[in-house]
């Protein structure tokens, strides 16, 4: 993940004004990060986004009026150039709402109660043009996706497009598959971040494939990828 010249403007959309104390407080303290501006609503979203000019959006799912989902769909029909990138941040979520959101164009989808640093790697990662999902969000994903695919659940024998890929690429793509982060599995497997990174973009152009959340579908062995995901 290459670094940004400046910080990353962040907008919180959140109707709960806990929620956006708490992810303030966040931003404050997460290096490189930076407060771009709040919105209580979806309308208000969408109507303000380009004043305060941010490059990721952290959307809350169930508000009032215009949800997430909606809100997504909003920004989606703009037909406007630079977009910012929209993590869905949200309590709860259904299998239809992942798939909705990330089709309506979420580059992540986090619940709220993951750490603090799990957010803020979230919003560096999906910034860098990667899609992101919490582990309990990938797996729900997954679960879904082989049920309409109407596929039967993958043996513990992997694929053959993972036939030339080294054993730790094999791990790297593994830890990825469930929903781990580049700092936890740099971590786990006692690597660099940097070195972390460089075999998940190693993996993914070996499996052809575009982000995080297709390649998590092939190791789970779902071999009929939406590729508008």
Do not use: C, W
């Not at 803020?120 to 992101?132: P, S």
């Not at 082989?146 to 791990?171: C, G, H, K, W």
């Not at 580049?182 to 660099?192: K, P, Q, T």
């Not at 973009?201 to 590729?227: E, P, T, Y």
């Amino acid at each position: 993940m290459s670094e940004p010249n400046h910080p990353i403007r962040v907008m919180i959309v959140d109707d709960d004004p806990f929620v956006q104390e708490a992810l303030k407080l966040l931003l404050e303290h997460s290096p490189g990060l930076e407060l771009a501006g709040l919105a209580s609503t979806g309308i208000d979203a969408v109507r303000t986004f380009e004043n305060y000019a941010p490059d990721v959006i952290l959307l809350d799912l169930q508000m009032p009026g215009m949800d997430g989902l909606a809100t997504l769909d909003a920004f989606s029909k703009l037909g406007t150039l630079d977009l910012p990138r929209i993590i869905v941040l949200t309590s709860y979520a259904k299998d239809s709402d992942v798939f909705s959101a990330l089709r309506a164009g979420a580059s992540g989808f986090l619940l709220k109660d993951t750490e603090p640093a799990g957010i803020a790697e979230a919003i560096r990662t999906v910034h860098d043009g990667q899609a992101l999902l919490s582990p309990a969000v990938t797996t729900q994903l997954i679960r879904e996706y082989r049920y309409s695919q109407r596929r039967v659940p993958a043996t513990a024998e992997l694929s053959p497009e993972f036939n030339d890929m080294t054993e730790r690429e094999i791990q790297v793509a593994r830890a990825v598959a469930q929903g781990k982060s580049n700092s936890d599995i740099a971590a786990e497997l006692f690597m660099s971040v940097s070195t972390v990174k460089t075999n998940v973009s190693r993996i993914m152009i070996k499996l052809g494939v575009a982000n995080r959340v297709q390649l998590a579908l092939i190791f789970h062995g779902v071999h009929a990828v939406d590729h508008s995901l």
